[in-house]
């Protein structure tokens, strides 16, 4: 960056936006995920006994610069669950960023447990944070999960339609 660079802000260049919202972490909008076209894996009936339509999403450039796909669980009622998956333990920033404003929001989790910690990078294999509505773990087969529970529809989200999964 050159003198002149420092005093005279290039026109192109933008200010960080600022992050009010969990949502705001992510670059694709979770919020009406179904745009993206996610490929349909089948229809189910679930542990606890409901209805569910599977669908998988390739993430290209990674979400939070280290998921690469997402799973998305649909219900009758169009709730959803997102299920990010990457292949490493390791929590890039943004992932940590993330975790971090959850903390300040949210307060400590279910397990009395915050921000993430220095410890919490060694111990990746005990690593986990508990919310209501957000669950972030490593995943047992070398990688990271992260999932967003109940996930709010934008008023503008399509849906496609729902599978009754066959007996």
């Known amino acids: 960056m050159g003198l002149f660079d420092f005093f005279f802000k290039s026109e192109t ?36 006994g409901s209805a569910i339509n599977n669908f ?19 219900h009758p009622d169009n709730e959803k669950t997102l299920v990010f998956r990457c292949q490493s333990p390791t929590l ?21 447990q915050g921000k993430i ?4 990078l060694a111990n990746y294999r005990s690593f986990s944070r508990l919310y209501p509505n957000m669950m972030i773990n490593y ?6 999960e992260l999932s967003l529970l109940s996930v709010p529809n934008s008023a503008t989200a399509k849906f496609p339609e729902f599978k009754t999964p066959q007996a």
């Open 13 to 48: 260049s933008q200010p960080a936006k600022v992050k009010s919202d969990i949502y705001d972490f992510f670059s694709v909008d979770v919020r009406d995920i179904f745009k993206y076209n996610p490929t349909f894996q089948g229809a189910q009936i679930n542990a606890a």
């Open 56 to 74: 998988v999403l390739k993430l290209a450039p990674l979400e939070l610069q280290m998921f690469s796909s997402l799973d998305i669980i649909l």
């Open 92 to 112: 890039s920033k943004p992932c940590i960023e993330f975790v971090n404003f959850y903390a300040n929001v949210y307060g400590p989790d279910q397990l009395g």
């Open 117 to 120: 910690t220095d410890r919490d």
């Open 139 to 144: 995943d047992g087969k070398g990688g990271m």
